[in-house]
C-alpha cells in the first residue's frame, strides 16, 4: 500500500497505503471519487452526507507524513498487516474522502470502524498528528448518519446513565452468572446486586475527596470502588462517592453517540464542578479531564486512583511499609491505552506497586488488549486476536511466578479476563488498587480487603 505524501493544502491524490498483494482485491473499492457530490451507501446503511468529513481539520490532516513509525503501535494493523488499518492508512482514506478523491464506500467505513481509538500513535508519532482530533469527528459523523450502527450502539449503551435499567441488566448477568451460562467472552467481573456505596462510610476527617462512582464500575466494579475507598481512608482522607450510576458519556462519545454523551456530560459537570475527583477507570477518567478542562471558572480536579497513590506516597507509607524483597509476589501491570497515551500517568501504578511487589516488564507492554470501549463486542475476532498477541508477550514472564495481570480500567480488566488462556489459570486479572488495599488489609491484619478473583462469583 502506497500512501502519498501531503504538503499543506495539496489535494489528496486518490492513492491509499495498500500493499502490493491487496491492491488486486481493493482497488474497486479504493477507487478515485469524479463527483464530490455524490451520496455514498455503507454497509450500516446510507451515510446521508453530500461531502463527508468536512468537520475533520485539514491541518492536522496534512500534519501526517505519512513515515509509519505509528505501525508497529497500532494495534489492528500488528494483527491484519493491512496498512489500511493503521493510522497513515486511515488518515489517507479520510483525507481522500474529505477531499472528494475517493468514495466513502464499504472498504474505507470498516477501515475507519475498525480503530480502536486506542491512540497509541500520538505519543509515537514524530509529527505530533492530533490523531484524537481526526478520528472522533469522522466517527460522530459516520455514527450519526449511518441508522444500523448509531441504533445498535444506542441499544449497548443503554443501560449506562440509566440506573433502574442497569440494575436490572445486572441482575439479568448475576443470574446468568450464577447458573453458569454466561458467555466467558463478556468479562464479567465478580458480580454483586449490592451497592459499595453502602458499605462505605466515609471518613469523618481528612481532606475531602470524591471517589467517581460511574456506571460499570458502580454496577459491575463495587468490590474496585470498596478497595479505592479502604485505600485512600486508610491514608488519612475523607472519600466519599459520587452519585450511584453517575455516567459521563465516556463510552458514547468513544462510539460516536454525541448527543447523548452531551446530555450526560451537562449532568456530571452540574453535580461535580469544583470538586475532587478520584477516578478509578482510566476511560472515565481521561474523559472526565477533558470535559472539565473546559470550565476553568470552576477547576475541578481530575485524579487516576493509582496517580492520586502516587503522589501521596508518603501517607501510603505510613499506612504500609514496603514489603521485603522476598516476599514480594510477582505482578504484570498492563498500562490501559487512556493512562498511557492521553493522561500519561500510567508509571503511577508500577511505581505504587512496586513498594510491595515484583513488577515484571514484558515486551510490548504500550500495545493495546484490544477491549476498545464497545469494540470488544462489534469485532469480537480482532478482539480476541489481539488479546492473544498481548497474552503472548506475557508468557514470558509466566514463568517468573506471576500471580497477578494488573489493569486500570474495566474494560481491559474484562476483556483480559474474557481471553486468559488455560496455562494461566493461576493468574487473576485484578485493579492495581486491588493489590494496594490487600498489602493494607494484611499489614493491619484485616481480613476484609482482599483480591477479588476474576474467576470467582
Not at 78 to 95: K, M, N, V
Not at 200 to 219: L, T, W, Y
Not at 369 to 397: N, Q, S
Request: charged residues 20%.
Amino acid at each position: 500500500m502506497h500512501i502519498p505524501t501531503r504538503r499543506r493544502g495539496d489535494p489528496c491524490t486518490g492513492q491509499c497505503l495498500l500493499g502490493a498483494g491487496d491492491l488486486s482485491a481493493t482497488q474497486s473499492r479504493f477507487r478515485p471519487r469524479q463527483c464530490p457530490g455524490a451520496r455514498a451507501l455503507v454497509g450500516n446503511g446510507p451515510l446521508v452526507t453530500d461531502r463527508p468529513f468536512q468537520g475533520v481539520d485539514a491541518d492536522d490532516l496534512a500534519s501526517c507524513v505519512a513515515c509509519g513509525l505509528c505501525l508497529p503501535h497500532c494495534p489492528t494493523y500488528r494483527t491484519t498487516g493491512s496498512d489500511s488499518q493503521s493510522p497513515r492508512g486511515r488518515i489517507a482514506l479520510i483525507a481522500g474522502v474529505r477531499d472528494g478523491a475517493l468514495d466513502l464506500d464499504g472498504g474505507i467505513t470498516e477501515a475507519i470502524d475498525s480503530c480502536l481509538q486506542c491512540m497509541g500513535c500520538m505519543p509515537a508519532c514524530p509529527s505530533g498528528v492530533r490523531y484524537d482530533r481526526i478520528i472522533a469527528p469522522v466517527v460522530e459523523e459516520m455514527t450519526t448518519h449511518r441508522r444500523g450502527s448509531r441504533r445498535r450502539r444506542s441499544l449497548v449503551l443503554s443501560p449506562l446513565g440509566r440506573p433502574r435499567l442497569l440494575r436490572l441488566v445486572t441482575f439479568i448477568a448475576l443470574l446468568a452468572a450464577r447458573l453458569g451460562v454466561l458467555p466467558k467472552r463478556f468479562g464479567a467481573p465478580p458480580l454483586s446486586f449490592g451497592r459499595a456505596h453502602a458499605r462505605c462510610a466515609p471518613a469523618s476527617s481528612g481532606e475531602k475527596i470524591i471517589i467517581f462512582s460511574g456506571c460499570v464500575m458502580d454496577a459491575w466494579y463495587g468490590h474496585v470502588h470498596r478497595d479505592t475507598h479502604a485505600v485512600v481512608t486508610a491514608m488519612g482522607f475523607s472519600a466519599s462517592f459520587s452519585e450511584p450510576a453517575l455516567c459521563c458519556g465516556a463510552l458514547h462519545s468513544h462510539g460516536g453517540l454525541s448527543a447523548r454523551a452531551k446530555n450526560l456530560e451537562e449532568r456530571v459537570t452540574a453535580e461535580l464542578s469544583g470538586a475532587t475527583l478520584v477516578v478509578n477507570s482510566a476511560g472515565c477518567g481521561a474523559h472526565l479531564r477533558a470535559l472539565f478542562s473546559k470550565d476553568p471558572q470552576r477547576p475541578t480536579k481530575v485524579v487516576d486512583v493509582m496517580d492520586f497513590i502516587d503522589v501521596n506516597m508518603d501517607r501510603l507509607l505510613a499506612a504500609c511499609p514496603p514489603a521485603r524483597e522476598g516476599l514480594r509476589e510477582s505482578v504484570v501491570v498492563h498500562d490501559a491505552c487512556h493512562l498511557r497515551n492521553l493522561l500519561g500517568t500510567h508509571l503511577a501504578a508500577h511505581r505504587v506497586l512496586g513498594l510491595h511487589h515484583r513488577v515484571l516488564s514484558v515486551p510490548d507492554d504500550g500495545l493495546c488488549c484490544g477491549a476498545g470501549g464497545a469494540f470488544a463486542l462489534e469485532h469480537p475476532v480482532m478482539a480476541r486476536e489481539i488479546a492473544e498477541r498481548k497474552y503472548v508477550a506475557i508468557d514470558t514472564v509466566v514463568d517468573a511466578g506471576v500471580k497477578f495481570i494488573s489493569s486500570g480500567n474495566p474494560g481491559c480488566i474484562g476483556h483480559l479476563a474474557a481471553n486468559k488462556p488455560s496455562t494461566m489459570s493461576h493468574v487473576s486479572v485484578v485493579h492495581p488498587v486491588q493489590l494496594v488495599a490487600r498489602m493494607i488489609a494484611s499489614k493491619q491484619g484485616s481480613e476484609g480487603a482482599g483480591v477479588s478473583d476474576q474467576r470467582r462469583f
